[in-house]
T-cell receptor, first 116, second 110 residues
Framework: GAVVSQHPSRVICKSGTSVKIECRSL??????MFWYRQFPKQSLMLMAT?????????EQGVEKDKFLINHASLTLSTLTVTSAHPEDSSFYIC????????????FGDGTRLSIL | RKEVEQDPGPFNVPEGATVAFNCTYS??????FFWYRQDCRKEPKLLMS???SGNEDGRFTAQLNRASQYISLLIRDSKLSDSATYLC???????????FGTGTRLKVLA
């Protein structure tokens, strides 16, 4: 159980393009999902917490107008990188956990975004 | 001080060796602890949760020391396939926020 699917796995596009990434919990409902970004040889950095039916909570330094998050259902959260630029190139990963304390995070496969 | 700290390594060990990593955390209210494994250019995968009494899963043993605020991971009889980055993850009490360490890189050599 607790399978998280992320799509697409790889995106290469031109500067100025907006890119949407989907994160789905396949066999459980997730009221909360997380979006991370990881640059080469660095740790995962939490960008935002996605809450079903309400606004996402963004970490300090993350522009909410740049990284739009929508969590419209209990199994789907989307991250849209608007007007992407080369510095947005990174590995974006979502995660979710089962409800309850001490539950580990389960990660999607990640999306490798390259902006030319 | 970082919230979660790990020695980045790399730890280069021969096949069959025993290797241990530590991870320190700064928030004494931390509630849940996990070890994840991340292979190059892949997503992290849960290796094991860390319980207060310590726990073992095959060749892997995890320990928690609340007094000194660290967790450890011991790998016995290292395999080539154990080569990866091991991430320490801490969850703060009363929140859904998970803090990741920078990871410890392990290379098991033939």
């Amino acid at each position: 159980g607790a399978v998280v699917s992320q799509h697409p796995s790889r995106v290469i596009c031109k500067s100025g393009t907006s890119v949407k990434i989907e994160c789905r919990s396949l066999d459980f409902q997730a009221t909360t999902m997380f979006w991370y970004r990881q640059f080469p040889k660095q740790s995962l950095m939490l960008m935002a917490t996605s809450n079903e039916g309400s606004k996402a909570t963004y970490e300090q330094g993350v522009e909410k107008d740049k990284f739009l998050i929508n969590h419209a259902s209990l199994t789907l959260s989307t991250l849209t990188v608007t007007s992407a630029h080369p510095e947005d190139s990174s590995f974006y990963i979502c995660s979710a956990s089962l409800t309850g304390v001490n539950q580990p995070q389960h990660f999607g496969d990640g999306t490798r975004l390259s902006i030319l | 001080r970082k919230e979660v700290e790990q020695d980045p390594g790399p730890f280069n060990v021969p096949e069959g060796a025993t290797v241990a990593f530590n991870c320190t955390y700064s928030n004494s209210a931390s509630q849940s602890f996990f070890w994840y494994r991340q292979d190059c250019r892949k997503e992290p995968k849960l290796l094991m949760s860390v319980y207060s009494s310590g726990n073992e899963d095959g060749r892997f043993t995890a320990q928690l020391n609340r007094a000194s605020q660290y967790i450890s991971l011991l790998i016995r009889d290292s395999k080539l396939s154990d080569s990866a980055t091991y991430l320490c993850v801490v969850n703060f009490s009363g929140t859904y926020k998970y803090i990741f360490g920078t990871g410890t890189r392990l290379k098991v050599l033939a």
